[in-house]
């Protein structure tokens, strides 16, 4: 990943909800799993990394049968660290649909905080989150 890959995105107040809105132009062509980043950053109240990749050696453990929230407690280096949450079933790429459920996976909270830093996603990645990009 370079800083040329970047899309900065404006975030404004929608007039007619009072919602925090992205502004997002024709020109900026973000990714398509953009609401996927959007769901887990949105209501955060500090800086907030969201990184999604296509990590084949998890999805080929999550394709064979592993519970990556079960593996992971079994490496204490990286349960004491992370918070791996249940994993997305197979959804759709690009959907609205896979977005919404990995929200769910990592619980985000009404208050914006979560409960777990990354899920991984059948047939698809990973989904991680920090505070420090
Ligand atoms: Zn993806």
Redesign the pocket.
Known sequence: MHPEHVVRLEIIIDPATGLRVLKVTELQKPSG?LW?HWNLQRDSKRTRTVV?V?ATHVVAAIYAGLALQAVSAEFPEISRYTRVGRSVPLLP??SRELADVTAECVNVRKDGTLEFDIVG?SN??VCAVAMDP
């Open positions: 799993e996927m999604h296509h790429a690009l996603q698809h990645g």
